[in-house]
């Protein structure tokens, strides 16, 4: 099984968010640390960049932290690298926009990503309709391209979606940015419900969620649940020292997650 497999097969699974290099490089891999010991089951890992359009003022600012720090792309794959050797069984995923990821050459990026042990990619804006941009060259490296769902995605466009996706769908629940709103629960269920009538792959859902109450809820119907903005605002509070903070809330988050189908 791969690591995407092994980490939703135990359940609903819990994916963090963290921007690296926020709020230094040197400081990121106690942060992602953190996530591990409380309990996140998979870790995003943001790719600092100067336009991130699909983000709130929380990613925003960490973007601007992090570049701001001197953050590269060559520092986000040493921190990846370096994750890998610690963690050798979570999964670890990239998320950002496709001008870092693409600048010097999809090849040249897969293969980076391969080598510093990364399991997948969210490039935000690059749609399946340009597919050959990112994901040949991903797939051919054995790494998953992730991609995006959202309440538009109607049944016509999403074949096109789950079209050469693997590792999990993440659904966006609400038509907007980060960590601004959250959606209904009532339409997150039956969009989780339409999506997982067509995908072979788990489904996760994301944006708007902060609370382990919220977390636990959606994990009742959902294979995952992604958290970024409330922990990239402990980031912002504590800076250098935020690990213990992240590693309180990803328990929170993680007990409400994992318990939630037994609630239920």
Known sequence: ?????????????????????????DATP????????????????????TDPMADGPAIQNANLRALGTGT??????RIAADFRARHADVPLVLMGYAN?????????????CAKAGVDGVIC????????????????????????????????ARLPAVLEGSSG???????AGITGMQQAAQTSIEDAVARLKEHATIPVAVGFGVRTPEQAGAIA?????????????????LHGARAAGPVRELT??????????????
């Not at 591990?36 to 998979?42: I, L, R, S, T």
């Not at 999990?168 to 609400?174: A, C, I, N, W």
């Open 251 to 264: 328990k929170a988050l993680a007990d409400a997650v994992h318990c939630a189908r037994e609630t239920a």
């Open 220 to 236: 009742r119907v959902a294979d995952g649940v992604v958290v970024g903005s409330a922990l990239v605002d402990l980031v912002g």
């Open 30 to 49: 106690a942060i992602l640390d953190a996530l591990v010991e409380g309990g996140a089951d998979v870790i995003e890992l943001g790719m600092p960049f």
């Open 124 to 155: 935000v804006d690059i749609p399946p309709e340009e597919d050959p941009e990112l994901g040949p060259a991903l797939r051919a490296a054995g790494v998953s391209l992730i991609r995006l769902a959202t309440p538009t995605t109607d049944a």
């Open 1 to 25: 099984m791969s690591r995407f497999e092994r980490a939703f097969a135990k359940g609903p699974a819990l994916v963090c968010f963290v921007t690296g290099g926020d709020p230094t490089p």
């Open 168 to 174: 999990f769908l993440y659904y966006v629940s609400v």
């Open 100 to 112: 870092p990821m693409t600048i010097r050459g999809s090849e040249w990026f897969a293969a980076e």
């Open 72 to 77: 590269t792309t060559a520092d986000i794959f």
